[in-house]
């Protein structure tokens, strides 16, 4: 997928990797639904020695954008169940709920991903 290359904003953040270095996870667990360890995060890259957590409690900031991704996953939610597949209010209101609490660990994820690559660029270092 081209969209997807290396060095792109949207591959850190859906891939959950080092927004400098794009070359490892910056989660102990690779699997957002293993739900005890979804937020566990190393506290550096070990290829370009960023530190994630940028200063204290530097995460709570993802909480709005969390508010934003979850807005967009309704409306994404209603236009397919509504309009699409013309499911009534009450199936398409299910249907954007079930969307939300089964998208959740994503979310969570893709929104300190979002976040953490709003204040990093990608610089890899050079390697030998
Ligand atoms: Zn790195």
């Known amino acids: 997928m081209q969209m997807l290359k290396k ?17 490892e996870s910056m989660y102990v667990d690779r699997n957002p639904y293993h739900l005890t360890k979804v937020l566990t995060m190393h506290e550096h890259c070990s290829h370009c020695g960023l530190k994630y957590q940028i200063e204290p409690s530097f995460f709570y900031g993802a ?29 398409s209101f299910i249907s954007i709920i079930a969307s939300i609490v089964i998208l959740y660990p994503l979310v969570l994820r893709w929104s300190r991903n979002i ?10 270092p050079m390697d030998k």
Do not use: E, R
């Not at 991704?69 to 009450?90: E, Q």
């Open 7 to 23: 060095g792109s904003k949207l591959y850190s953040i859906l891939t959950g990797t080092c927004p400098k270095c794009q070359k």
């Open 63 to 91: 909480m709005y954008v969390s508010y934003g991704v979850n807005v967009a996953l309704g409306i994404a939610a209603f236009i397919v169940s509504y309009p699409l597949l013309h499911l009534s209010l009450k199936a």
């Open 115 to 124: 976040y953490i690559n709003m204040f990093v660029a990608y610089d890899p």
